[in-house]
């Protein structure tokens, strides 16, 4: 079951998930986050991001590193993540790859933002999902088939419901392989990024690249 969070709109999870580079302001956060189609990924209202901005920094993910002012533009206020932050945001995407809910863009989520755990944890998480489908998966089936005395057509959105289960499980089961037989494109970036905690150049300079032309 999700947990209750002290900032639980995912726009949350993206402002920490981007912020944990470097500090930046919050019309950078957006230009970075709509370059990286975040928007996409999850539900996301723009109009909210200065509050859940505040609410972060209320609730100490976040803290104000200083400002700065570009030209005649009013002066922005810059933010960093906090240790409590990477905490936050940590937990977060755990939750959101481990546990599997009803809102099948929880799991999208957390896949956008997936850099913020390493590749064995992730296995590992994945792992504790996809047993969770599979026990869904059989209790789901066999009350399908207890159910002899109602017409199939008066249980359609149980068996649709099944059919959704059993393709995550089938991806779950896909992607989990290419993490633990290390087939995986950009597996070793993924794990030297946790292992020295530095973001590989290819990565940074694409961050950079979208914060430009955004």
Known sequence: MAKRRKVSNLLGLAVLSTVSARPMHPYEMASLMKARGKDHDMDIKWGSLYTVVR??????FLAVEGSVRDGARPERTVYRITEAGRDELADWVRELIEVPETEHRRLEAGL??????????????????LDALEK????????????????RVFLLEADYALAILRAEADW??????????????GLAMWRAFHDTGRVPPEIAE??????TES
């Not at 956008?112 to 390493?118: D, K």
């Not at 869904?136 to 017409?151: F, G, S």
């Not at 694409?206 to 914060?211: F, H, K, S, V």
């Open 55 to 60: 609410n972060l920094e209320k609730h100490g």
């Open 112 to 129: 956008s933002v997936l850099g913020a755990l390493g590749p064995d944890e992730t296995a590992e998480l994945l792992s504790r999902r």
């Open 136 to 151: 869904r998966i059989a209790d789901d089936r066999a009350a399908l088939a207890a159910a002899t005395e109602v017409p």
């Open 172 to 185: 779950v089961r896909a992607f989990l392989g290419e993490i633990t037989g290390g087939t995986l494109e």
């Open 206 to 211: 694409l961050a950079e690249r979208g914060a």
